[in-house]
């Protein structure tokens, strides 16, 4: 039985409900991470947003897609992170460490180092994202033990 448009359109926003209660970081498990993706991607495709990769050696501009490494912490596991696309909030030039500092909408507060570190590494994440069946999105995946 297939559901009504109603009751398509009372899930849906029953979804985008739950997603704008907070911050995806407390959400601790992997189907609601899943089901966070899904919502944003629905979100996505309702509103016709578009997302592309950046494909340049130049920073990325706000707005692309960048490829965001995962990261694994011995010592404290709560900053554990998924890497994956990540959409660029920000892009800063810092005097201090001479390079561009990139925030993603995925780890907000968190700058990656574009010239220094991320740069160098595009090629080789997106081969390492051909292997998932979708493209994973970056997300926090916590350790609390």
Not at 95 to 113: A, L, S
């Amino acid at each position: 039985m297939q559901p009504t448009q109603k009751q398509t359109d009372q899930l849906l926003q029953a979804a985008f409900d739950w997603k704008n209660q907070g911050s995806r970081s407390k959400w601790r498990t992997k189907a609601s991470h899943a089901l966070w993706d899904a919502v944003d991607e629905i979100q996505r495709q309702l509103t016709g947003e578009k997302r592309p990769i950046w494909d340049s050696a130049d920073p990325p501009k706000p707005g692309y897609n960048i490829y965001i490494p995962d990261q694994w912490y011995m010592d404290h596991g709560e900053d554990d992170f998924c890497g994956g696309l990540g959409h660029v909030l920000k892009v800063e030039w810092s005097k201090r460490y001479n390079t561009h500092v990139i925030e993603i909408e995925e780890r907000p507060n968190h700058g990656y180092f574009w010239e220094n570190y991320l740069r160098g590494q595009q090629k080789r994440l997106k081969e390492e994202c051909k292997d998932f069946a979708t493209i994973r999105r970056a997300h926090t995946c916590p350790d609390r033990r």
